[in-house]
Structure formats: C-alpha cells, structure tokens
C-alpha cells in the first residue's frame, strides 16, 4: 500500500465519520482484517482511519489470578489478558498492529478528553510500538465535516500528555481501590460461607452508598409532625378561586378550628394587590449534568440512558460532545450557520428565523468551563436516517435549548391579592407571563403555569364560598432518584461525568439499591456499616473529594501522577491490613447479609390466607419447579401455594392487585412483553375477562 | 443482647443502632404532637404507628412501645 498517515479513534462510528470527511471525494473505502475494519481516504496522502474499541488496554494486576489482595502492584493490558470475554480484543489490536508497521505519520483522534486521551495513547505506545511520542493529535467536539478538515488541517504538534497523565493516575488509583477492597469484601464472605457473590465497592461507589444509607436512615427513622393549612373558595365575576390562608403552617389544631370559626360564614374584602413585574433569563447551554437532569424530569430517562442517546446522537455528527462539563457556546462554531441549517427543519423555521434577523447573537452562557470542549449544541447537520424516538426527543430538546439560549428574557407579572375575612389574612396568588421571550423557544419543555386572576379592585367585596381546613403531615426526606444522586454526587465533586451514570448503575448491579426512586436494600446497609466501621478513609466524601482535585491538578501539571499514586497506596494499606485481619468478622456479618438480600429479593408480600406469615418464591426439592408458598409451612400452620410460570424470571414487584389486593408478580419471558401477575386463582379481574372474551 | 425490634445486637436502651436512632426520633417528635393535638404518649404512639408517612424502623419502635406499655 505504500508509506501513509494511520489515523486512531476511539469508535467504528467515528472512523467511518472521520475517513469520509478527510476524503477529498468523500468517499472513504471500507476495509476489513479479521472482522476488524478500517478505512482508506485519500486526501493529499493516503490516509488509514483504524478505530479502536472503547479502551482495548486496562490496568491489572502484575501476579495472575484473582484470589488475592492486597495487590499494589500493577501494569497496562490488553484487555483480553485481564478480562474474560474479551477475546475480540486481541484479533483487533493484531490488526492495528499491522496496520502501524506501514506507517509513517501516526494521528491520535480520539475524542479529546481523559478516556479518549488514554485510548489512544495505548493504541499508540503499545499496539503501535511506543509511536506516543511522534503522534499528532486532532482536537475536535463535533463529527461534522467541516470541523474534522479543520482539526486535520491543524494537527496539535503532539498528545495532551498533562490529559493522558491525568487519565492513566485516574484508572490507576480506581484499580487500586476497586480491585483490593472489591477482594477484600467478596473473599471475607466468600470465604466464611463457602458461596460466591461479587461484593464491590470503590473510590466514588464507597462515598455514594454513604448518601443514600443516610438518605434511607433517615426516611426510615422519619416520625411525620402535623400540622394543619386553611384555604378558601372565593368567587370573583362568577369564577371560583383558591385562596391560601396567611400563614401557611398552623402548628397547632387548635389554633386552626380557632381560624375555620372566625371565618365560615363571613364574606371577605379585598385589602391589597401587588403586582410584581420581573424577568425571567434564558437557561444555561446543557453541560452532560443539566442534560441528564432535564432528560430524567422531562421524559423519565436515566443519567445513563441520556448519555448513551446523546452518544448515538455525536457519533451521529448531530450534536457536538457531549461529556463537557461546559456552559459556554464560543463564537466560533458559528451561531448563525447553525441556525440557518436547522431552519431546513418546518418545526423550527419560524424560531430560527426569528434568531437569524437579530444583530447580535449572544448565549445566556455559565460559569462552568472545560478546557476541551464547549457545552453540548447540535452541529445544524440534519438526521440522515430515522432517529428512534428516544434520539428524536434528546435531539429536539437539544435544539430547542440551543435556540432558547440566544433569547431575550421572558417578562413575568405574579399578582398577589390579600382578601380579608373577618380579621383573618388570605392570599389569592396569579402568574402571567407578559411577554414570552425564550419561553417560546424552548415550548414543550417549559414548566410555568399560568393563572390568570379576573380584573379586581383594592376594597372590592368578594363572597368566600367555602373555607377548608386540611390536617396535614411533614413530610419525609425524598429518596434519590438517578437524576437527583447525579447531581448530589455533581455537587460533592466526586466522580467525573463520564463515569458517575455507571457507578450509580453498579450500585443497583450489586443490589445495593433498588427502584427508581431508590431504597437500600440490608445488603447495601451492610456493606457501608462494614466500610464505616473498619475503613471510613474510604467512604470519607472529604477524601474522595481531596484526591479528586488532586487528580485534576494532573491535569494542570502542578501534580504529578506518581504522588497521587502514593497517596492511594498510603491511604490503602492500613484499610486493607485492618480488612484482612477483621476477614472472618467481616466475613460473617457480610454472609449473612447476602442471604437475607437472597430470601428479601424472593419475598412477595403478605400471605393473604393465614395474614401472619410471608408468601415466596420457593423451588420444589421433588421437581426442581418453582411456586409461591408461604413461610408459615415450614411451622405446619399454613399450607397455602400457588403455581408459577416456568419459563423466564419471576421476581415481586411490590405492588397490589387493584381488584384483590393481593400482592403480585413480574414476569418476564425473552421474547414477550413483561406482565404483573396477579397469582389469586379467584381474583374477579380474572373472571370478568373470561367474560369479556366469551362476549367477544 | 439482641434489640427489641430486630435481630441485630442492641447498643442502648435496647435497640440497636438503627432503631435507638428511630426510637430518639420517636421521643423527641412527642412534645411536637402533644402541643399539636393534645394527646397522651400512647394515642401519640398508635397515631404514629399507623401514620403512612412513618419511616419503617419508627413504625417498628412506636408498635413496640405500645405493646411493650412503656410510658
């Protein structure tokens, strides 16, 4: 093939992205070694886009096996060697390797940030043959055409080695914590109870337990608090309105019957209205954060769900990258060509024209900064394909904050009317907006209600319909949600934006919460009560946010990664001496939390038969099939059972049958949709369907 | 000794460390109640009991000091 430029990405997609646009026909040729492909652009020299597969090395142990800790001592792998399941590693980096030997000028265009920067960084020194050091970098944030010409017209002269520094200390303090306490934890049951469960923890998933247990103790020890509000009805102009009593909290029943006396009966006046004008900015440009926060409260999709969509949609060149931590949308990625390829779409013709006419265009922009890429905007490229629905929503919502931005603020008016009734204050509140500003733009996605009061006058008497007293209670503590523990973890700094959605995953892998609005299960209790009393340096959030601003300084060459190294292992060794001589304490307490975890994630509820023991899924010594039983058979007082489905997996869902009230069950079977059974062979849903299709 | 509650080992007053927190919990909310509604202790512990807010391990010891009759 002759001497040519050997192009490194991270990804397939990416690639193919990448060879087209440094074609200068556009049309790169798809190549293929061992399954492995690649490309061939022409350009003026021949150019081979390889991509590799995510991170093909990985940071393992220099003594084989897993049955060990403490390990501090630790080298770079492929990823076949340390891993089981990885065998399509080895045929790929056996491609790059053949590739690399015809080369004589080697790019790294890996997406630029740390794991980017670590990908190729190995591809380079270990596939390559040490080539880290003579390769170019691209430095680009989205996979349009015109941008990746750009990057590759302008070569950085060598890696981000500072990134790459960063990146490698990063892997390497996380392998340390992770795979000794990880050891430690799963050897100690392991060992005490002769079953195997993998038990982990880490640097971020230790100090993110620790604040939902809080969470969790806390709702679980909550005693509610009464307290009592008023309202009252009001008719102005033949409409009714709700008006909230002065005081929004009565403490005491007394004190509220003492209110509901004075007032029933009695007509009101209106003694004041003030009416407040104000503006309402523009939000902030999405950084990955704020995106994941909006795409959980908008349309229910987890941190980790948004940032894989968002992922198809950068590969897909029609959103710029979006593992920024940015708030800022510089000048160059020209606002207006944006826009006016985005006006090509009917549904935001008229919003983007309505942009493109102004003089300036400025974005409402943030504090936050990233030194590698803006915040997260749409290129202005135009889906090629279908996008599924999920990407459709993403895309838009992107799009439509992307405009909202460069709007004027809205202006707001509240009204704030205060009715006297008999010597006691109430308050009828109104909101409405004057003019909509960046309101429009961004439509769908706002959450401002309107209520519009009808025209009224200071003195004016009004008729009060009815005066309610409602008993209330405190409420407890909210649970996290994926969302709401993303940005606590945001908010503590610990964890990076690319890995905080999978450590909140690992968490529910574990089994150490469940839900979506998450409960920790006494597994996950146990653990952190086994983290807390013999190693709280490593659910410390102070620590884990220390050596995180540590890591960063790498990043700024005023740290070195060999200290933080240091650091790690200082901080390490004492935790996991402490672990290894407690192994049997440990181990026990563990195990038996494991088992319990075991016999929860079985238990259905209530058995509505005997009401004193518990239904379960249990499996027949004779037959080996599953049915529920109650655990009242076991002490010869209840012999109550219920068939099961064989096939897929069976597991309590926690809720009721809204006919019997019986407690029910989730099915699920590969192939089929899964279904809530209601197992009571005499639930009347049951029979009134059986009618229903005998109708039909 | 085991807690009055659950089968964890209990570390004062007879409860273990998860529920003394949720017992503390339930004697400091009393006053609260008492100014609230006028009740004595033992209406204060059936209301809570049965109160669909109640956090479980506070359930757990209000359902325990009633049976138990601790005033």
């Not at chain 1, 996979?143 to 990146?167: H, N, Q, V, W």
């Amino acid at each position: 093939m002759g001497k040519y430029t050997l192009v490194v990405t991270e990804k397939p997609d990416a690639a193919q992205r990448i060879a087209s646009a440094l074609d200068s026909r556009g049309k790169a040729k798809k190549m293929e070694d061992n399954g492995v492909p690649y490309y061939i652009a022409n350009r003026d020299r021949k150019i081979v886009v390889v991509p590799a597969l995510g991170h093909l090395y990985t940071v393992a142990g220099e003594r084989s096996g897993r049955n060990y800790y403490p390990v501090f001592n630790f080298r770079w792998v492929p990823r076949y060697v340390a891993e089981r399941g990885a065998k399509q590693i080895r045929t790929w980096i056996e491609t790059i390797s053949k590739l690399a030997k015809d080369a004589d000028l080697f790019v790294d265009a890996c997406d630029y940030d740390i794991e980017g920067s670590i990908i190729g960084y190995c591809v380079l020194k270990y596939a390559c043959g040490n080539k880290e050091n003579v390769s170019k970098r691209m430095k680009y944030s989205t996979l349009t055409k015109g941008e990746l010409e750009k990057s590759y017209a302008e070569l950085l002269p060598r890696l981000d080695f500072a990134l790459i520094e960063a990146g490698r200390a990063r892997h390497e303090v996380d392998w340390l914590y992770g795979v000794n306490l990880s050891r430690a934890l799963t050897m100690s049951a392991r060992d005490w109870s002769g079953k195997y469960a993998t038990l982990s923890t880490g640097r971020v998933q230790g100090p993110t337990l620790k604040f939902l247990v809080a969470r969790e103790k806390a709702i679980r020890c909550f005693v509610p608090i009464p307290f009592w509000s008023i309202k009252a009805e009001i008719e102005i102009a033949g409409s009714i309105f709700e008006a909230e009593y002065e005081k929004t909290t009565i403490e005491t029943k007394k004190e509220a019957d003492a209110a509901i006396k004075a007032c029933k009966g009695k007509n009101g006046k209106i003694e004041k209205i003030d009416i407040k004008k104000f503006r309402q900015m523009p939000p902030k440009p999405f950084d990955l954060g704020a995106l994941q926060s909006e795409a959980y409260s908008l349309f229910g999709y987890t941190p980790m769900r948004t940032s894989n969509i968002a992922q198809r949609l950068y590969l897909a060149a029609l959103i710029s990258y979006p593992r920024t931590s940015s708030q800022k949308l510089p000048q160059s990625i020209n606002y207006k060509t944006i826009l006016k390829n985005l006006s090509k779409v009917s549904q935001y013709k008229k919003l983007a024209a309505e942009l493109l006419v102004k003089e300036q265009l400025k974005p409402n922009e943030g504090k936050k900064e990233d030194p590698a890429h803006p915040a997260i905007y749409p290129t202005g490229n135009l889906p090629e394909g279908e996008l599924d629905d999920s990407e459709r929503k993403l895309w838009d919502l992107v799009v439509r904050r992307f405009m909202s931005v460069f709007g004027e603020p809205a202006l707001r008016q509240s009204v704030k009317v205060s009715i006297n009734v008999a010597g006691h204050r109430f308050h009828l509140r109104g909101r409405q907006t004057l003019e909509e500003g960046w309101l429009r733009f961004y439509g769908p996605y706002v959450r401002s209600e309107e209520v519009l009061l009808p025209p009224i006058k200071e003195g004016q008497a009004v008729r009060v319909k009815k005066v309610i007293l409602e008993d209330k209670f405190v409420k407890p503590p909210p649970r996290y949600n994926p969302a709401s523990l993303l940005k606590m973890m945001e908010k503590a700094e610990i964890g990076t934006k690319a890995t905080r959605a999978g450590i909140i995953q690992t968490l529910y892998d574990r089994k150490y919460i469940r839900d979506e609005r998450m409960i920790v299960t006494d597994l996950g209790f146990e653990v952190l009560e086994v983290l807390e009393k013999y190693c709280p340096a490593v659910v410390s959030v102070k620590l884990t946010k220390e050596l995180e601003e540590k890591m960063n300084k790498i990043q700024l060459n005023s740290e070195k990664r060999e200290n933080i190294l240091v650091d790690a292992v200082e901080i390490l060794k004492p935790v996991v001496e402490k672990l290894k001589e407690k192994e049997k304490v440990i181990g026990e307490q563990l195990s038996k939390a494991i088992k319990r975890a075991r016999i929860e994630e079985r238990i259905i509820g209530a058995c509505p038969i005997c009401k004193t023991g518990k239904l379960m899924i249990l499996y027949s010594r004779k037959t080996g099939k599953r049915f529920i039983g109650c655990t009242n058979y076991f002490k010869n007082l209840c012999k109550t059972s219920f068939p099961l489905p064989q096939k897929g997996t069976v597991r309590p869902t926690g809720k009721m049958c809204r006919r019997c009230d019986w407690p029910m069950v989730l099915v699920r079977i590969r192939g089929r949709r899964p279904w809530n059974l209601c197992f009571n062979p005499d639930c009347p849903l049951k029979e009134e369907r059986r009618e229903r299709r005998k109708d039909e | 000794m085991k807690c009055s509650v659950c089968d964890r080992e209990s570390v004062q007053e007879g409860f273990c460390e998860l529920h003394k927190k949720a017992y503390e919990n339930v004697l400091k909310k009393y006053d609260l109640w008492k100014k609230a509604l006028e009740i004595s202790w033992k209406e204060y512990l059936s209301e809570v009991a049965k109160n669909p807010l109640t956090g479980e391990w506070a359930r757990e010891v209000a359902e325990y000091l009633r049976k138990s009759g601790d005033n």
